[in-house]
């Protein structure tokens, strides 16, 4: 289904893009680059989910947790041991991995709503620990000012940072889906029955990618705290879980791109009609439910079905 | 509240009773959630907001009407507001959608929560309230030589009454036999020539009644914030989900495991109180993965 996606039009609009990514800091104010910086870590995490929900088809309900899993990760690493920076860079997303795969391994034994339940309530733990543990992760004031290499100080360095990670990122993740894992995947979303009498092994399968998602959420929190410098229990809260579930469906499910421009919407739409009124989360919601009667495909997906009215545009999942 | 040792044996039953009591406002919410859970099959996020409203509408009406009157009256008209708010969003908006696919509905009572959180904030404000309980409901009775808060014992009464009210709802009435047979098989049920979306907007309406019952209700014991819908909704979801989705009295258990784990919590660890109840929710369902009673789904 990506096939269609390499060809040479988009890969060189891609490389344009990102070209202009580049020159951005040169002439753009703080706070758009803050902005474009926060959209991009966003988008990682949104990312991160849609590997598990819109290609796996399992309810990742509390994705949140491996986010802020990541970001906890790298701020206790720095400010409690004396370990090299760089190397709490590396360890962070593995321990974000590691909460992915305690959490996968409890959670896949059960389905759907089941699934998501156990989930959201061994997050809560998590929440509840980051928030109440004063001693160890600053309880429900979080950990601020954490130190960061001199080559990350200034937004323009953090942003440049972020968005290498986060292209090498995408990179990876594009090639996870198309590598027969990633079809496997999406075959065992489609028919779970029909891949175990193929000889799929569909648990494992799922929980290696619950694995993979938790280990680039992980990257997206430790990029929180490059951009942010501090962690508060909020990012393991189930609000962000829901929103970045939000993101996707705003984005698009079942494609590949979607959550990237669901965050762009989101965090944007957060940003600007923040600035006129406090009550922008109304204005959220009743966008949100216009996009679920009208728009259920999601802006991407609705897009690509304009563009290429083919098969290949969206990859219907069956009911 | 310094360390478990300087409890005695009846201040423990004491601490038990205060934690049971703040079981029976879970269990009418979480009673609420399970309704709507077994019958239309979609976890409401928004009932964490229609439980705001009730406690926010309770206080309207506490301030307007004033004294015990205002508070007995508040109990009534609070969770017939909520009831008439979700009615209108549910034949306004949410029944033309049951055809969809599920986490479509979870995400529209998601944008119906951040719609409803706002409108809450519009109408009544950020600034904290708080509505006092009536006079023969404050102060404090005296249990095995403890005090033990009146308003508490009055909770103690009225969970059992709710409980055996949806009780009869469910089983001794005609539209509860039916949504109990929607629950189980929705087509079978329309197929027999009733029209099941009605049955679907009934459970849904009872279901936030109890919401906001449980707001009116939960009004004089704490504070009245605009973040209270976020702190019950999680705590409503997992009492469904070990109690088996969509039964009555597994909400009750899941409850009563809830505030009891709670109290314990707050004698032995008071800093990680919160924590209890989440621990005892994961270790139910590890060894009981589909809940404690038996699920409709």
């Known amino acids: 289904m990506f096939k269609g996606m390499i060809h040479k039009g988009s890969l060189s609009a891609l490389a344009g893009l990102l070209a202009v990514m580049l020159i951005l800091p040169y002439f753009m104010p703080r706070f758009y680059l803050y902005l474009i910086a926060s959209i991009l870590v966003m988008a990682l995490l949104a990312m991160s989910l849609n590997l598990v929900v819109g290609f796996g088809g399992l309810f990742q309900f509390h994705h ?27 360890l962070a997303p593995f321990a974000a991995a590691l909460a992915g795969l305690i959490i996968g391994l409890i959670c896949i034994r059960l389905r759907q709503l089941y699934f998501a339940m156990i989930q959201i309530s061994l997050g809560s733990l998590l929440w509840a620990l980051a928030f109440r543990w004063y001693d160890f992760t600053g309880g429900d004031d979080g950990i601020h000012g954490i130190p960061m290499p001199d ?34 995947l999406q075959a065992a979303r489609d028919n779970a029955q029909r891949c175990e009498a193929i000889g799929v092994f569909v648990k494992r399968h799922q929980l290696f990618a619950i694995v993979i998602a938790s280990f680039f959420a992980g990257v997206a929190g430790v990029l929180f705290v490059v951009l942010e410098g501090s962690v508060f229990p909020d990012l393991l809260f189930w609000v962000l879980s829901l929103e970045i579930l939000i ?64 098969k290949e545009a969206v990859v219907e999942r069956e009911a | 509240m310094d360390t478990a040792s300087a409890y005695g044996l ?36 928004a009932h964490g907001s229609l439980y705001m409203i009730g406690a926010f509408a309770a206080f309207t009406v506490n301030t307007v009407v004033g004294g015990s009157l205002g508070f007995w009256l508040s109990l009534i008209l609070a969770p017939l507001f909520v009831a008439l708010v979700s009615f209108a969003a ?123 019952l449980g707001g ?20 409503a979801f997992l009492i469904v989900v070990i109690g088996g989705l969509g039964n009555i009295w597994g909400a009750l258990v899941g409850a009563l495991i809830f505030g009891i784990t709670h109290s314990l919590g707050v004698m032995l660890l008071p800093q990680f109180a919160i924590i209890f109840p989440y621990v005892a929710v994961v270790i139910v369902l590890i060894f009981w993965p589909r809940g404690l009673l038996k699920s409709v789904w």
């Open chain 1, 64 to 90: 949140g947790v491996f986010y802020g899993v990541g970001a906890y990760a790298i701020a206790l690493l720095i400010t409690k041991t004396g370990l090299p920076q760089w190397i709490c860079f590396i």
């Open chain 1, 151 to 184: 080559i990350l100080s200034g937004i323009h360095n953090s942003y440049y940072f972020i968005l290498i990670v986060f292209t090498l990122s995408i990179i990876a993740l594009f090639f996870i889906l198309s590598s027969p894992f990633g079809i496997t």
């Open chain 1, 247 to 310: 993101m996707c469906l705003l984005g698009g499910w079942f494609t590949f791109a979607g959550p990237i421009i669901g965050a762009a919407l989101m965090l944007s739409l957060r940003s600007f009609i923040g600035m006129q009124t406090e009550y922008w989360t109304l204005i959220l919601g009743i966008i949100l439910a216009l996009l679920i009667f009208f728009l259920p495909q999601g802006v991407w997906g609705y897009i690509l079905e304009k563009v290429k009215p083919h």
């Open chain 2, 10 to 45: 009846s201040e423990l039953a004491v601490q038990l009773l205060v934690g049971l009591s703040r079981s029976m406002i879970l269990f009418i919410i979480a009673a609420g959630l399970s309704l709507i859970l077994g019958v239309l099959r979609v976890p409401n996020v």
């Open chain 2, 90 to 212: 549910e034949r306004a908006l949410f029944c033309h959608l049951y055809e969809r696919e599920h986490l479509m509905l979870l995400l529209f009572t998601f944008a119906l929560m951040l719609i409803l959180g706002d409108m809450v904030k519009l109408f009544w404000g950020v600034e904290y309230k708080s509505v006092t309980a009536p006079d023969i409901l404050k102060g404090s009775v005296m249990i095995l030589g403890q005090p033990f808060p009146t308003y508490n014992l009055f909770l103690l009464v009225i969970g059992p009454v709710v409980g055996f009210g949806l009780w009869l709802f469910v089983n001794k009435t005609r539209v509860g036999k039916i949504s109990k047979a929607a629950a189980v098989d929705r087509m079978m049920v329309g197929a027999l020539g009733i029209n099941v979306s009605w049955v679907f907007c009934t459970a849904f309406v009872i279901g936030c009644f109890l919401a906001g």
């Open chain 2, 216 to 235: 009116a209700l939960v009004a004089p014991t704490m504070g009245l914030t605009l973040g209270m819908d976020h702190a019950i909704i999680m705590e």
